[in-house]
């Protein structure tokens, strides 16, 4: 059966600090792959998808960018950490459209970030 | 391009009342929809999907919901709530192509005994 990791699940920054959140996903192949953000009471934002490796969509121009290093390996990144990018991280997974019916994604428990 | 809107914030029922949950969604095609749920930190769980067939389609932990393409509607319902469905849930369809879902800004869930 599928797995999907995420870690850390609690993370404590300072401003301007560097990022590094990682998303893995086992018991599959070349899946998408997908990042999102909860701020508080604000449901999910899709922040960035993978299709492959290599391949990033950005959907939100910010302070974060994305990286998909192995194919099922994804990882959050920022340079500088704003106040803003305090929130629930979620990491999803999916079976690739052109072999899936449904579309539906798989969700990692997430990591919560409090920016200081 | 498609939308999904949960008119209701917040929902209070109490424990072994029925429950509903709504979803509109604005999609020009047949649409893929999905129903989640999300405990306080915690991922999203699917509940239920529909993409064709039985317009009414059933779920883990007793959910179902029914697709009414006429109302572009996709309400969750269960006959006897719990207090352990105390959650958020969120509707959400897929994107045409398939790489992408669309999330209402979800629902939460109070359940008082």
């Known amino acids: 059966s599928q797995t999907i990791h995420q870690w850390p699940a609690t993370l404590v920054q300072p401003v301007g600090s560097p990022l590094s959140l990682e998303c893995t996903v086992e018991?599959?192949?070349?899946?998408?792959l997908y990042w999102y953000r909860q701020a508080a009471g604000r449901g999910l934002q899709l922040l960035f998808y993978s299709v492959g490796i290599g391949q990033i969509s950005s959907e939100v121009p910010q302070n974060l960018s994305a990286s998909r290093p192995q194919d099922r390996q994804f990882i959050l990144s920022s340079k500088k950490l704003l106040l803003s990018d305090s929130g629930f991280y979620l990491c999803a997974w999916s079976v690739p459209p052109r072999l899936s019916m449904t579309y539906e994604q798989y969700f990692g428990p997430g990591t919560r970030l409090t920016v200081t | 391009a498609q939308s999904v809107t949960q008119p209701d914030i917040h929902i209070t029922v109490s424990e072994g009342a029925s429950l509903e949950l709504r979803c509109n969604y604005s999609?020009?095609?047949?649409?893929?929809l999905f129903w989640y749920v999300q405990s306080p930190g915690q991922g999203l769980q699917l509940l239920l999907k529909y993409f064709s067939g039985d317009t009414l389609v059933q779920g883990i932990k007793g959910f179902e919901a029914e697709f009414k393409r006429s109302q572009s509607s996709f309400n969750l319902r269960k006959p006897s709530v719990h207090w352990s469905d105390a959650a958020e849930y969120f509707c959400a369809v897929g994107e045409e192509y398939g790489n992408k879902l669309v999330f209402g800004a979800g629902t939460i869930l109070r359940v008082k005994s």
């Open positions: 999609y020009g095609a047949t649409p893929y």
């Open positions: 018991g599959t192949s070349n899946p998408n």
